[in-house]
């Protein structure tokens, strides 16, 4: 009783702090694209702000010069898509609010994306013909649209010294950044200080010092320190702070140092993140370490150091709870974002809050890790486990996310649950978000309810299987060998290279999925026509700061935060 009626009295805290400080200044994300069956469909964002009797107008122009004709016969006010069922060629779409009965200002004229009839995507052509490892979405040049930060090669080595893991980089990462529609803006060379692999070269992107443009903050270091392995195990290491419209390199400050570590496997593991730590101005997290001891260093807006944490200051047994990434979330309902490190968290204020150190003597190292509201009965957020490590019992688990409480748990032994584990409502008869994963070795599988039933064991896919809000209700589909589909349901959509990124980027509320495929970048997104509205989820701090950190790490999905599920309404699909 206590805990709902704590929860109940922050509510409005939440929804206060989950929609304005985390808010970029974006356009209306208009996209048009041709269907597979000619037509045209048209997609545009409600902003979280909007009055709740907001309309729009859909707006066709045939050509230069030509006069502009509305495809509405009145204001759509149920929803942010239509259909241009009658499209004529070289069409231009706009579209204008309307509020009691009068027009605003027209939005930014989009031409038509002439998708295949098997690919409904954008187009992003790269500099060559080569893939990418990471996508970073974030407004560059102040212009309100999401431009896009790729690191390419796709090439990955690893710090765990073990035959089939780590290998000698091939050539240097470099980080690339391309406009909304497409331009090349610049490249920035990582330097073979930096390895080749996810670890050793983390970069996330956000606008931090609040000008309206993004900035680029990497790990970097100087000249070329490998030793005749190729292994880079010492020199100066930096964290470089990048002009989003340059790429210019213009502040750096020293990266936490490898002193205090086992071994090169544990002071190769670096992250980077970014939290509302006060509740009002995002703050830069660097992170080093996973396995062993973990370093957190706060920066606020300036780049001047708020707070730094050590595990090994704790009285509990920090090391060593760290996941593949770090995600910020308000889990104590104080308005103010903590740092879900694995199963461990930190306050706010740079002190540990509770860690779940397990049974296993040396680690409590999970490789799944989300934090959502997954059981929307339970006051408060959630957060899934699965340990890498083995478990006698408890390997699969949900706790409470405020306190470390376990919920529910697998009560049998687990041996290496591995990958990312998937959490998501893919179905619809029960409450929440269902919760899976996998081990990698000894083929357990785990299909469980919000309210912690065993409902499958069977393996869906893969250990990682991607969830997007694709069709327009309430549950998400799934991207499973390819193909996006509902859960044991209907396939919508073939897509075509390596997934690297998931966010409602462009378009109304529903997820784009990002992928890398040679000497390009796609961005595929639905044209179901949806009766459901909804405000951009990039308007929501938790899911925000999820996308942001897709940048690095493992391939966590964004989930939203306590106040950004409530406003979810039931979603219908269009008939």
Request: hydrophobic share 35%; with cysteine; aromatic share 10%.
């Amino acid at each position: 009783m206590e805990r709902h009626a704590r929860f109940a009295a922050v509510i409005g805290v939440l929804f206060a702090c989950a929609g304005t400080s985390a808010q970029e200044r974006l356009d209306r994300g208009l996209v048009a694209l041709k269907t597979a069956d000619g037509k045209v469909y048209v997609g545009w964002r409600l902003w979280a702000d909007d009055p709740k009797d907001i309309a729009f107008n859909v707006y066709r122009k045939a050509g230069d010069g030509q006069a502009a004709e509305s495809l509405t016969t009145e204001p759509i006010s149920h929803c942010t898509n239509c259909v241009d069922q009658s499209p004529v060629p070289d069409a231009k779409y706009f579209i204008r609010t309307v509020r009691a009965g009068k027009e605003g200002e027209a939005s930014p004229v989009v031409g038509v994306t002439d998708a295949s009839a098997k690919a409904t995507c954008v187009r992003v052509k790269l500099q060559g013909d080569y893939g990418f490892q990471k996508c970073a979405l974030a407004d560059l040049d102040g212009d309100g649209r999401l431009d896009y930060v790729i690191k390419q090669p796709d090439f990955n080595t690893d710090p765990y010294q073990h035959p089939g893991y780590w290998k000698k980089s091939e050539d240097t990462y470099k980080i690339e950044a391309y406009n909304h529609d497409g331009r090349f803006m610049w490249r920035y060379d990582m330097g073979w200080s930096i390895e080749a692999g996810v670890w050793y070269s983390p970069y996330i992107v956000y606008d931090l010092d609040g000008d309206g443009k993004a900035e680029v903050y990497a790990k970097a270091g100087e000249g070329d320190p490998r030793d005749e392995k190729g292994l880079v195990t010492s020199g100066a290491e930096w964290l470089v702070k990048i002009d989003g419209l340059t790429g210019k390199a213009t502040r750096k400050l020293p990266w936490p140092d490898r002193s205090g570590y086992a071994s090169y496997n544990y002071w190769s593991r670096n992250m980077l993140a970014v939290a509302y730590l006060d509740g009002k101005r995002p703050s830069l997290i660097v992170q080093r370490g996973t396995y062993d001891v973990i370093k957190v260093e706060a920066y606020d807006p300036d780049l001047k150091l708020i707070w730094r944490w050590d595990s090994r200051s704790e009285k509990q047994r920090y090391n060593a709870s760290g996941s593949h990434g770090t995600r910020a979330a308000d889990v104590d309902g104080d308005g103010r974002d903590e740092l879900v490190l694995g199963s461990s968290v930190l306050d706010d204020n740079g002190r540990g809050l509770w860690v779940n150190p397990m049974s296993h003597p040396r680690s409590s190292h999970p490789d799944v890790c989300s934090v959502g509201d997954i059981d929307p009965d339970h006051p408060g957020l959630e957060i899934f486990y699965g340990y890498e490590v083995d478990q006698p019992k408890h390997g699969v688990c949900l706790v409470d996310a405020a306190t470390g409480q376990n919920l529910w748990g697998f009560d049998g032994p687990t041996y290496h649950v591995h990958g990312f584990g998937m959490v998501a409502d893919i179905i619809a008869g029960h409450p929440g978000q269902e919760c899976y994963a996998g081990e990698k070795d000894h083929g357990q599988y785990f299909l469980y309810t919000a309210k912690g039933e065993r409902i499958g064991s069977e393996k869906i896919d893969s250990l990682s299987p991607r969830a997007i809000w694709w069709d327009g209700d309430a549950q998400k589909e799934l991207n499973l060998a390819g193909k996006i589909q509902q859960y044991r349901g209907q396939v919508y959509e073939s897509i075509a290279g390596s997934a690297v990124a998931i966010a409602d980027c462009i378009g109304d509320w529903r997820e784009e999925i990002l992928t890398s495929v040679p000497g390009e970048l796609r961005i595929y997104t639905t044209t179901i026509p949806t009766d459901t509205r909804r405000a951009c989820l990039m308007q929501d701090r938790q899911y925000r700061l999820g996308v942001a950190a897709v940048s690095m790490g493992y391939f966590y999905w964004p989930q939203l935060s306590l106040a950004g599920t409530a406003r979810f309404p039931e979603g219908r699909r269009a008939q």
